[in-house]
Protein backbone atom coordinates (compact mmCIF):
# COMPACT_ATOMS: atom_id res chain seq x y z
CA UNK A 1 0.00 0.00 0.00
CA UNK A 2 1.36 3.41 -1.11
CA UNK A 3 1.58 6.21 1.78
CA UNK A 4 -1.48 8.47 -0.39
CA UNK A 5 -3.73 5.25 -0.25
CA UNK A 6 -2.64 4.79 3.37
CA UNK A 7 -3.49 8.31 3.98
CA UNK A 8 -6.85 7.95 2.21
CA UNK A 9 -7.73 4.83 4.38
CA UNK A 10 -6.71 6.95 7.56
CA UNK A 11 -8.44 9.85 6.69
CA UNK A 12 -12.10 7.54 6.22
CA UNK A 13 -11.52 5.46 9.88
CA UNK A 14 -10.68 8.76 11.39
CA UNK A 15 -14.09 10.23 9.66
CA UNK A 16 -16.09 7.25 10.40
CA UNK A 17 -14.71 7.27 14.32
CA UNK A 18 -15.72 11.19 14.60
CA UNK A 19 -19.15 11.14 13.53
CA UNK A 20 -20.18 7.11 14.41
CA UNK A 21 -23.35 7.79 16.08
CA UNK A 22 -24.68 10.35 12.89
CA UNK A 23 -23.71 7.50 10.44
CA UNK A 24 -25.32 5.09 12.75
CA UNK A 25 -28.94 7.38 13.16
CA UNK A 26 -28.40 7.20 8.77
CA UNK A 27 -28.11 3.67 8.64
CA UNK A 28 -31.09 3.10 10.94
CA UNK A 29 -33.29 5.83 9.30
CA UNK A 30 -32.37 4.43 5.73
CA UNK A 31 -33.95 1.56 7.11
CA UNK A 32 -36.85 2.75 8.64
CA UNK A 33 -37.43 4.90 5.33
CA UNK A 34 -37.14 2.42 3.10
CA UNK A 35 -39.72 0.47 4.56
CA UNK A 36 -42.30 3.71 5.13
CA UNK A 37 -41.43 4.45 1.46
CA UNK A 38 -42.46 0.75 0.25
CA UNK A 39 -45.61 1.26 2.16
CA UNK A 40 -46.77 4.05 0.41
CA UNK A 41 -45.76 2.47 -3.08
CA UNK A 42 -48.20 -0.72 -2.06
CA UNK A 43 -50.84 1.63 -1.00
CA UNK A 44 -50.43 3.68 -4.03
CA UNK A 45 -51.03 1.47 -6.52
CA UNK A 46 -53.71 -0.20 -4.55
CA UNK A 47 -55.59 3.01 -5.10
CA UNK A 48 -57.96 4.90 -7.41
CA UNK A 49 -56.94 5.00 -11.08
CA UNK A 50 -54.84 8.09 -12.31
CA UNK A 51 -54.78 11.00 -11.71
CA UNK A 52 -56.83 10.15 -8.72
CA UNK A 53 -54.09 7.31 -7.04
CA UNK A 54 -53.34 8.33 -3.17
CA UNK A 55 -52.05 6.70 -0.88
CA UNK A 56 -53.87 6.57 2.84
CA UNK A 57 -55.03 10.51 3.41
CA UNK A 58 -54.08 10.24 7.04
CA UNK A 59 -57.63 9.83 8.23
CA UNK A 60 -58.87 7.32 11.55
CA UNK A 61 -59.69 7.25 15.29
CA UNK A 62 -58.18 5.12 18.30
CA UNK A 63 -59.67 3.94 21.58
CA UNK A 64 -57.76 5.13 24.47
CA UNK A 65 -58.94 4.46 28.24
CA UNK A 66 -62.58 4.07 27.08
CA UNK A 67 -62.54 7.57 24.54
CA UNK A 68 -62.43 7.68 20.87
CA UNK A 69 -59.43 9.65 19.67
CA UNK A 70 -59.99 10.98 16.26
CA UNK A 71 -57.00 12.08 14.35
CA UNK A 72 -56.58 13.65 10.59
CA UNK A 73 -52.75 13.77 9.34
CA UNK A 74 -54.57 15.95 6.29
CA UNK A 75 -52.96 13.69 3.38
CA UNK A 76 -53.53 14.72 -0.13
CA UNK A 77 -53.45 13.54 -3.51
CA UNK A 78 -51.11 15.77 -4.83
CA UNK A 79 -48.55 13.58 -5.78
CA UNK A 80 -50.39 12.29 -8.70
CA UNK A 81 -52.79 14.60 -9.57
CA UNK A 82 -50.47 17.89 -9.73
CA UNK A 83 -47.20 16.22 -9.43
CA UNK A 84 -46.90 13.23 -11.79
CA UNK A 85 -49.03 15.49 -14.65
CA UNK A 86 -46.63 18.44 -14.45
CA UNK A 87 -43.59 15.76 -15.04
CA UNK A 88 -45.36 14.25 -17.90
CA UNK A 89 -46.53 17.98 -19.47
CA UNK A 90 -42.83 18.75 -19.65
CA UNK A 91 -41.53 15.46 -20.78
CA UNK A 92 -44.45 15.94 -24.22
CA UNK A 93 -42.78 19.44 -24.46
CA UNK A 94 -45.10 21.76 -23.26
CA UNK A 95 -44.26 25.11 -21.48
CA UNK A 96 -45.05 25.78 -17.85
CA UNK A 97 -46.92 28.95 -17.20
CA UNK A 98 -49.09 28.66 -20.17
CA UNK A 99 -52.78 27.82 -20.03
CA UNK A 100 -51.61 24.67 -22.23
CA UNK A 101 -49.96 23.32 -19.23
CA UNK A 102 -52.28 23.72 -16.68
CA UNK A 103 -54.88 21.59 -17.64
CA UNK A 104 -54.21 17.30 -18.36
CA UNK A 105 -56.48 15.18 -20.57
CA UNK A 106 -57.01 11.14 -19.00
CA UNK A 107 -59.01 9.25 -21.56
CA UNK A 108 -62.24 11.56 -22.05
CA UNK A 109 -61.55 13.82 -19.02
CA UNK A 110 -59.76 17.20 -19.15
CA UNK A 111 -58.46 17.91 -15.09
CA UNK A 112 -57.13 21.66 -14.29
CA UNK A 113 -53.61 21.31 -12.89
CA UNK A 114 -52.35 24.51 -12.37
CA UNK A 115 -48.39 25.38 -12.44
CA UNK A 116 -47.35 27.81 -10.22
CA UNK A 117 -44.15 26.78 -8.27
CA UNK A 118 -40.77 28.44 -9.46
CA UNK A 119 -39.24 25.70 -12.62
CA UNK A 120 -37.27 24.12 -10.70
CA UNK A 121 -39.67 21.93 -8.88
CA UNK A 122 -41.28 20.86 -12.71
CA UNK A 123 -37.64 20.26 -13.58
CA UNK A 124 -37.70 17.68 -10.87
CA UNK A 125 -40.72 16.23 -11.73
CA UNK A 126 -40.12 15.56 -14.98
CA UNK A 127 -36.65 14.12 -13.87
CA UNK A 128 -38.64 11.92 -11.85
CA UNK A 129 -41.14 10.18 -14.19
CA UNK A 130 -38.19 9.90 -16.42
CA UNK A 131 -36.49 7.53 -13.86
CA UNK A 132 -37.37 3.76 -14.91
CA UNK A 133 -39.08 3.68 -11.69
CA UNK A 134 -42.36 4.94 -12.69
CA UNK A 135 -45.07 5.90 -11.26
CA UNK A 136 -42.45 6.68 -7.92
CA UNK A 137 -39.54 8.47 -9.13
CA UNK A 138 -40.77 11.84 -8.05
CA UNK A 139 -41.76 10.41 -4.83
CA UNK A 140 -38.19 9.04 -4.85
CA UNK A 141 -36.53 12.21 -5.13
CA UNK A 142 -39.07 13.71 -2.67
CA UNK A 143 -37.97 11.57 -0.39
CA UNK A 144 -34.25 11.34 -1.40
CA UNK A 145 -34.01 15.37 -0.64
CA UNK A 146 -35.81 14.50 2.95
CA UNK A 147 -33.38 12.08 3.55
CA UNK A 148 -30.27 14.41 2.79
CA UNK A 149 -31.93 17.20 5.11
CA UNK A 150 -30.61 15.29 7.62
CA UNK A 151 -27.10 16.26 6.61
CA UNK A 152 -26.93 19.82 6.90
CA UNK A 153 -28.96 19.95 10.29
CA UNK A 154 -26.25 17.45 11.94
CA UNK A 155 -23.74 20.17 10.49
CA UNK A 156 -25.97 22.85 11.55
CA UNK A 157 -26.06 21.78 15.69
CA UNK A 158 -22.77 20.34 15.99
CA UNK A 159 -21.56 23.82 15.11
CA UNK A 160 -23.77 25.49 17.38
CA UNK A 161 -23.47 23.08 20.24
CA UNK A 162 -19.75 22.16 19.26
CA UNK A 163 -20.96 18.36 20.13
CA UNK A 164 -21.37 15.87 17.23
CA UNK A 165 -23.68 14.03 19.78
CA UNK A 166 -26.04 17.01 20.16
CA UNK A 167 -25.78 17.21 16.59
CA UNK A 168 -26.56 13.35 16.05
CA UNK A 169 -29.45 13.68 18.32
CA UNK A 170 -30.74 16.78 15.84
CA UNK A 171 -31.02 14.78 12.96
CA UNK A 172 -32.14 11.93 14.67
CA UNK A 173 -35.73 13.66 16.05
CA UNK A 174 -35.66 15.02 12.32
CA UNK A 175 -35.27 11.65 10.53
CA UNK A 176 -37.64 9.80 13.11
CA UNK A 177 -39.94 12.84 13.11
CA UNK A 178 -43.63 11.24 12.83
CA UNK A 179 -44.91 14.52 10.43
CA UNK A 180 -41.58 14.10 8.55
CA UNK A 181 -42.45 10.60 7.95
CA UNK A 182 -45.85 11.06 7.05
CA UNK A 183 -46.03 13.68 4.55
CA UNK A 184 -42.24 13.23 3.47
CA UNK A 185 -41.79 9.52 2.77
CA UNK A 186 -45.53 8.81 2.45
CA UNK A 187 -47.63 11.19 1.36
CA UNK A 188 -44.24 12.51 -1.06
CA UNK A 189 -45.61 16.02 -0.68
CA UNK A 190 -43.63 18.82 -2.25
CA UNK A 191 -41.73 20.64 0.91
CA UNK A 192 -38.59 18.56 1.07
CA UNK A 193 -36.56 20.01 -1.80
CA UNK A 194 -36.91 23.83 -1.09
CA UNK A 195 -36.10 22.30 3.05
CA UNK A 196 -33.04 20.70 1.92
CA UNK A 197 -31.54 23.52 0.05
CA UNK A 198 -32.29 26.04 2.91
CA UNK A 199 -30.67 23.92 5.35
CA UNK A 200 -27.64 23.52 3.33
CA UNK A 201 -27.38 27.29 3.24
CA UNK A 202 -27.21 27.80 5.92
CA UNK A 203 -24.60 25.21 6.42
CA UNK A 204 -22.48 26.48 3.93
CA UNK A 205 -22.84 30.18 5.20
CA UNK A 206 -21.88 28.89 8.70
CA UNK A 207 -18.87 27.06 7.22
CA UNK A 208 -17.48 30.52 5.50
CA UNK A 209 -18.69 29.53 1.90
CA UNK A 210 -20.40 32.80 1.10
CA UNK A 211 -20.78 32.43 -2.48
CA UNK A 212 -21.99 28.93 -2.18
CA UNK A 213 -24.42 29.21 0.60
CA UNK A 214 -26.24 32.01 -1.33
CA UNK A 215 -26.69 30.27 -4.16
CA UNK A 216 -27.91 27.30 -2.16
CA UNK A 217 -30.53 29.55 -0.72
CA UNK A 218 -31.47 30.70 -4.08
CA UNK A 219 -32.10 27.51 -5.30
CA UNK A 220 -33.88 26.46 -2.45
CA UNK A 221 -36.30 29.88 -3.61
CA UNK A 222 -36.18 28.19 -7.03
CA UNK A 223 -38.05 25.22 -6.00
CA UNK A 224 -40.86 26.68 -3.58
CA UNK A 225 -41.57 30.62 -3.19
CA UNK A 226 -41.41 29.88 1.18
CA UNK A 227 -37.74 30.57 0.82
CA UNK A 228 -37.90 33.84 0.01
CA UNK A 229 -38.51 34.43 2.93
CA UNK A 230 -35.83 32.43 4.67
CA UNK A 231 -33.49 34.64 2.65
CA UNK A 232 -34.01 37.48 5.10
CA UNK A 233 -31.30 36.33 7.29
CA UNK A 234 -29.32 35.57 4.70
CA UNK A 235 -29.70 39.35 3.27
CA UNK A 236 -28.50 40.23 6.91
CA UNK A 237 -25.67 38.46 7.06
CA UNK A 238 -24.42 39.11 3.49
CA UNK A 239 -24.62 43.28 4.40
CA UNK A 240 -21.94 42.39 6.70
CA UNK A 241 -17.95 41.97 5.75
CA UNK A 242 -17.08 38.26 5.22
CA UNK A 243 -15.77 36.16 8.25
CA UNK A 244 -11.86 36.10 8.90
CA UNK A 245 -9.65 33.01 9.39
CA UNK A 246 -8.06 33.97 12.55
CA UNK A 247 -10.15 36.82 13.95
CA UNK A 248 -9.06 38.83 16.59
CA UNK A 249 -10.68 40.27 19.81
CA UNK A 250 -11.41 43.66 19.76
CA UNK A 251 -11.42 46.10 22.89
CA UNK A 252 -14.98 46.29 24.93
CA UNK A 253 -17.25 48.71 23.53
CA UNK A 254 -15.54 48.45 20.30
CA UNK A 255 -17.17 47.30 17.33
CA UNK A 256 -15.78 44.14 15.82
CA UNK A 257 -14.00 44.05 12.38
CA UNK A 258 -17.19 41.19 11.21
CA UNK A 259 -20.07 43.70 12.35
CA UNK A 260 -18.75 45.95 9.34
CA UNK A 261 -21.20 47.02 6.41
CA UNK A 262 -19.91 45.50 2.61
CA UNK A 263 -22.00 47.32 0.44
CA UNK A 264 -19.56 46.59 -2.61
CA UNK A 265 -19.68 42.63 -1.27
CA UNK A 266 -22.97 42.82 -1.04
CA UNK A 267 -23.90 44.14 -4.40
CA UNK A 268 -21.25 41.85 -5.90
CA UNK A 269 -23.38 38.95 -4.39
CA UNK A 270 -26.78 40.10 -5.82
CA UNK A 271 -24.83 40.38 -9.51
CA UNK A 272 -23.99 36.45 -9.08
CA UNK A 273 -28.02 35.74 -7.59
CA UNK A 274 -29.34 37.45 -10.48
CA UNK A 275 -27.25 35.69 -12.93
CA UNK A 276 -27.69 32.36 -11.56
CA UNK A 277 -31.80 32.67 -11.31
CA UNK A 278 -31.83 34.16 -14.96
CA UNK A 279 -30.18 31.18 -16.02
CA UNK A 280 -32.49 28.76 -14.48
CA UNK A 281 -35.49 30.95 -15.45
CA UNK A 282 -34.16 31.44 -19.10
CA UNK A 283 -36.36 29.27 -21.18
CA UNK A 284 -39.42 31.28 -19.49
CA UNK A 285 -38.14 34.74 -19.62
CA UNK A 286 -39.75 35.24 -23.24
CA UNK A 287 -42.94 36.65 -21.47
CA UNK A 288 -41.21 37.73 -18.21
CA UNK A 289 -44.50 39.23 -17.47
CA UNK A 290 -46.48 36.20 -17.53
CA UNK A 291 -43.81 34.38 -15.48
CA UNK A 292 -43.83 37.22 -12.77
CA UNK A 293 -47.10 36.62 -12.30
CA UNK A 294 -47.19 32.86 -11.92
CA UNK A 295 -44.46 33.37 -9.55
CA UNK A 296 -45.29 35.85 -7.53
CA UNK A 297 -49.63 36.62 -8.06
CA UNK A 298 -50.88 33.31 -9.59
CA UNK A 299 -50.89 31.72 -5.82
CA UNK A 300 -53.00 34.08 -4.89
CA UNK A 301 -54.36 34.64 -1.32
CA UNK A 302 -57.22 33.19 1.44
CA UNK A 303 -59.71 34.96 1.71
CA UNK A 304 -62.43 33.47 3.61
CA UNK A 305 -66.82 33.80 2.24
CA UNK A 306 -68.18 32.95 5.69
CA UNK A 307 -66.48 33.09 9.13
CA UNK A 308 -69.37 31.17 10.31
CA UNK A 309 -68.55 27.78 9.06
CA UNK A 310 -65.44 25.94 8.70
CA UNK A 311 -63.92 26.02 4.66
CA UNK A 312 -64.20 22.78 3.38
CA UNK A 313 -60.97 20.35 3.14
CA UNK A 314 -59.26 21.37 -0.14
CA UNK A 315 -59.00 25.22 1.01
CA UNK A 316 -55.75 26.06 2.88
CA UNK A 317 -56.51 27.14 6.95
CA UNK A 318 -55.59 30.80 8.13
CA UNK A 319 -55.33 31.98 11.71
CA UNK A 320 -59.29 33.06 11.47
CA UNK A 321 -60.14 29.48 10.81
CA UNK A 322 -59.22 28.70 14.44
CA UNK A 323 -61.22 31.32 15.91
CA UNK A 324 -64.23 29.66 13.80
CA UNK A 325 -63.12 26.30 15.54
CA UNK A 326 -63.33 27.73 18.77
CA UNK A 327 -66.85 29.30 18.14
CA UNK A 328 -67.73 25.99 17.56
CA UNK A 329 -66.04 24.82 20.66
CA UNK A 330 -68.16 27.11 22.59
CA UNK A 331 -71.36 26.23 21.00
CA UNK A 332 -71.03 22.86 22.03
CA UNK A 333 -70.53 23.58 25.68
CA UNK A 334 -73.25 25.42 25.58
CA UNK A 335 -75.37 23.10 24.30
CA UNK A 336 -73.80 20.41 26.24
CA UNK A 337 -74.32 21.91 29.86
CA UNK A 338 -76.99 24.48 29.19
CA UNK A 339 -74.89 27.23 29.73
CA UNK A 340 -74.33 30.91 27.16
CA UNK A 341 -70.55 31.42 27.45
CA UNK A 342 -69.71 34.29 24.89
CA UNK A 343 -68.89 33.34 21.29
CA UNK A 344 -65.98 35.27 19.76
CA UNK A 345 -68.08 38.15 17.82
CA UNK A 346 -68.07 37.55 13.89
CA UNK A 347 -66.42 41.07 13.55
CA UNK A 348 -63.38 40.64 15.32
CA UNK A 349 -63.10 36.98 13.37
CA UNK A 350 -63.88 38.96 9.63
CA UNK A 351 -60.90 41.47 11.02
CA UNK A 352 -58.86 38.57 11.53
CA UNK A 353 -59.77 37.29 8.34
CA UNK A 354 -59.25 39.92 6.17
CA UNK A 355 -56.31 41.26 8.46
CA UNK A 356 -54.50 38.02 7.55
CA UNK A 357 -55.23 38.38 3.75
CA UNK A 358 -53.97 41.54 3.26
CA UNK A 359 -50.82 40.56 4.69
CA UNK A 360 -51.28 42.55 7.96
CA UNK A 361 -50.22 40.50 10.51
CA UNK A 362 -47.38 38.88 8.94
CA UNK A 363 -45.51 42.66 8.36
CA UNK A 364 -46.51 43.28 11.88
CA UNK A 365 -44.33 40.22 12.72
CA UNK A 366 -41.60 40.44 9.69
CA UNK A 367 -40.86 43.87 9.73
CA UNK A 368 -39.77 43.88 13.37
CA UNK A 369 -37.95 40.43 12.77
CA UNK A 370 -35.79 41.66 9.96
CA UNK A 371 -34.90 44.41 12.04
CA UNK A 372 -33.60 42.33 14.76
CA UNK A 373 -31.76 40.48 12.36
CA UNK A 374 -30.00 43.48 10.75
CA UNK A 375 -29.27 44.91 14.19
CA UNK A 376 -27.26 41.55 15.57
CA UNK A 377 -23.78 42.07 16.20
CA UNK A 378 -21.45 39.52 13.90
CA UNK A 379 -17.98 39.07 15.85
CA UNK A 380 -16.29 36.75 13.94
CA UNK A 381 -14.63 35.53 17.46
CA UNK A 382 -18.35 34.71 18.40
CA UNK A 383 -19.84 33.20 15.24
CA UNK A 384 -21.87 30.42 17.46
CA UNK A 385 -23.91 33.05 19.33
CA UNK A 386 -24.43 35.20 16.19
CA UNK A 387 -25.64 32.04 13.89
CA UNK A 388 -27.70 30.70 16.99
CA UNK A 389 -29.96 34.26 17.28
CA UNK A 390 -30.30 34.26 13.31
CA UNK A 391 -31.60 30.70 13.69
CA UNK A 392 -33.94 31.56 16.30
CA UNK A 393 -34.87 34.72 14.78
CA UNK A 394 -35.46 32.81 11.42
CA UNK A 395 -37.80 30.21 13.37
CA UNK A 396 -39.85 32.81 15.00
CA UNK A 397 -40.36 33.99 11.42
CA UNK A 398 -41.33 30.80 9.79
CA UNK A 399 -43.64 30.29 12.46
CA UNK A 400 -45.33 33.57 12.24
CA UNK A 401 -45.00 32.76 8.40
CA UNK A 402 -47.19 30.04 8.71
CA UNK A 403 -49.69 31.30 11.74
CA UNK A 404 -50.39 34.65 9.24
CA UNK A 405 -49.80 33.39 5.44
CA UNK A 406 -52.31 35.60 3.28
CA UNK A 407 -52.36 32.18 1.11
CA UNK A 408 -52.96 29.99 4.36
CA UNK A 409 -51.89 26.61 4.81
CA UNK A 410 -51.94 23.31 4.62
CA UNK A 411 -50.29 20.74 7.40
CA UNK A 412 -47.69 19.57 5.44
CA UNK A 413 -46.38 22.67 5.04
CA UNK A 414 -45.14 22.52 8.62
CA UNK A 415 -42.30 20.10 7.45
CA UNK A 416 -40.08 23.41 7.45
CA UNK A 417 -40.40 23.76 10.91
CA UNK A 418 -38.99 20.65 12.01
CA UNK A 419 -35.08 21.13 11.07
CA UNK A 420 -35.43 24.43 13.31
CA UNK A 421 -37.14 22.33 16.19
CA UNK A 422 -34.38 19.64 15.32
CA UNK A 423 -31.30 22.23 15.73
CA UNK A 424 -32.71 24.30 18.33
CA UNK A 425 -34.75 22.19 20.84
CA UNK A 426 -33.43 23.58 24.31
CA UNK A 427 -32.59 27.31 25.36
CA UNK A 428 -29.24 26.48 25.50
CA UNK A 429 -28.93 25.80 22.09
CA UNK A 430 -30.09 29.66 21.60
CA UNK A 431 -28.29 31.44 24.04
CA UNK A 432 -25.17 29.17 23.77
CA UNK A 433 -23.43 30.27 26.91
CA UNK A 434 -21.10 27.59 27.20
CA UNK A 435 -18.01 26.53 24.68
CA UNK A 436 -20.14 23.11 24.43
CA UNK A 437 -23.67 22.23 24.88
CA UNK A 438 -24.69 18.87 26.48
CA UNK A 439 -26.58 16.49 26.03
CA UNK A 440 -30.23 16.84 27.44
CA UNK A 441 -33.39 14.30 27.05
CA UNK A 442 -35.33 17.15 26.15
CA UNK A 443 -33.46 17.58 22.84
CA UNK A 444 -35.10 14.57 21.99
CA UNK A 445 -38.76 14.44 23.21
CA UNK A 446 -38.98 18.49 22.53
CA UNK A 447 -38.83 17.83 18.22
CA UNK A 448 -40.68 14.84 18.10
CA UNK A 449 -43.64 16.15 20.92
CA UNK A 450 -43.92 19.47 18.06
CA UNK A 451 -44.31 17.36 15.72
CA UNK A 452 -46.91 15.21 17.12
CA UNK A 453 -49.04 17.92 17.88
CA UNK A 454 -48.91 19.40 14.72
CA UNK A 455 -49.50 16.27 13.14
CA UNK A 456 -52.78 14.08 14.91
CA UNK A 457 -54.99 16.79 16.08
CA UNK A 458 -57.66 18.07 12.90
CA UNK A 459 -57.18 20.70 10.45
CA UNK A 460 -59.10 23.15 11.86
CA UNK A 461 -57.41 23.43 15.50
CA UNK A 462 -53.59 22.92 15.00
CA UNK A 463 -52.66 26.07 14.47
CA UNK A 464 -53.82 26.57 18.10
CA UNK A 465 -50.57 23.91 18.95
CA UNK A 466 -48.37 25.60 17.18
CA UNK A 467 -49.52 29.15 18.42
CA UNK A 468 -48.30 27.49 21.80
CA UNK A 469 -45.26 26.25 20.69
CA UNK A 470 -44.23 30.03 19.10
CA UNK A 471 -45.12 31.08 22.62
CA UNK A 472 -42.56 28.61 24.08
CA UNK A 473 -39.88 30.04 21.99
CA UNK A 474 -40.44 33.51 22.58
CA UNK A 475 -40.55 32.64 26.40
CA UNK A 476 -37.34 30.03 26.15
CA UNK A 477 -35.36 31.94 28.81
CA UNK A 478 -38.36 31.74 31.72
CA UNK A 479 -38.74 27.96 30.69
CA UNK A 480 -35.27 27.11 30.84
CA UNK A 481 -35.03 28.64 34.58
CA UNK A 482 -38.16 25.86 35.21
CA UNK A 483 -36.38 23.14 33.50
CA UNK A 484 -33.26 24.38 35.27
CA UNK A 485 -34.89 23.89 38.87
CA UNK A 486 -36.31 20.24 37.68
CA UNK A 487 -32.60 19.54 36.70
CA UNK A 488 -31.23 21.08 40.12
CA UNK A 489 -34.20 18.47 41.97
CA UNK A 490 -33.39 15.64 39.76
CA UNK A 491 -29.73 15.76 40.58
CA UNK A 492 -29.93 16.15 43.86
CA UNK A 493 -32.32 13.31 44.14
CA UNK A 494 -30.06 11.49 42.35
CA UNK A 495 -26.92 12.53 44.79
CA UNK A 496 -29.23 11.88 48.18
CA UNK A 497 -29.46 8.23 46.45
CA UNK A 498 -25.79 8.39 45.36
CA UNK A 499 -24.94 8.91 49.10
CA UNK A 500 -27.51 6.31 51.19
CA UNK A 501 -26.29 3.64 48.58
CA UNK A 502 -22.99 4.09 48.16
CA UNK A 503 -20.93 4.93 44.84
CA UNK A 504 -19.63 1.63 44.75
CA UNK A 505 -22.99 0.73 44.38
CA UNK A 506 -23.35 2.00 41.28
CA UNK A 507 -21.68 0.98 38.11
CA UNK A 508 -19.11 3.96 37.12
CA UNK A 509 -20.40 3.84 33.42
CA UNK A 510 -24.52 3.30 34.57
CA UNK A 511 -23.66 6.48 36.64
CA UNK A 512 -21.80 8.22 33.82
CA UNK A 513 -25.24 7.98 31.74
CA UNK A 514 -27.52 9.01 34.45
CA UNK A 515 -25.68 12.15 34.22
CA UNK A 516 -25.17 12.28 30.92
CA UNK A 517 -28.84 12.58 30.48
CA UNK A 518 -30.23 14.44 33.32
CA UNK A 519 -32.37 17.59 31.89
CA UNK A 520 -30.46 20.71 30.12
CA UNK A 521 -32.26 23.11 29.16
Avoid at 481 to 508: H, W
Wanted: net charge neutral.
Amino acid sequence: MTMNSKNRVDFVKQLIHSHQLFILVLIIAAIVWSYVFSLATTDFITGDTQPFRAVWSGFGQVDLFGFTVNFNFEGYLDYDYYYYSWGHQFLNGITPYTDTFNSIQIGEFVYNTPYFLPPLYVYMCALGVALPIDPFGIGFLISLFGFLTAIPIYGISTFLSQNPRVGAIAAATYLFNPLVLYHTVFEWLNPAPFVFFAMLSFFLLMRGNRLSGTLAMVTSALFKQTAFFLALPLLAYLLRKSPVDNPVPTAEGEKPDGDELDVRGFAKMAMYVIVFAVAISLPFLTDIGNYIYYIFQRPGGFLLDDVSVLPNVSQPISFAVLLISLNLVIQNINTTLGISLPEIPESIIQGVNLGTYYTVFFLLAMIPLLLLMLVQVKDDTKLRQYWSKMMFLTLILMMCLHLFSPRGIFKYYCVALIPFFSILPVSKMITQQSEKTKLSIFMILNPIIFGVILLFPSRYIYLAYLLLILVSYLLHKQFSIVLGLATNGLQGAFNNFRMKFGESSIDPVIQGDIEKILPNS
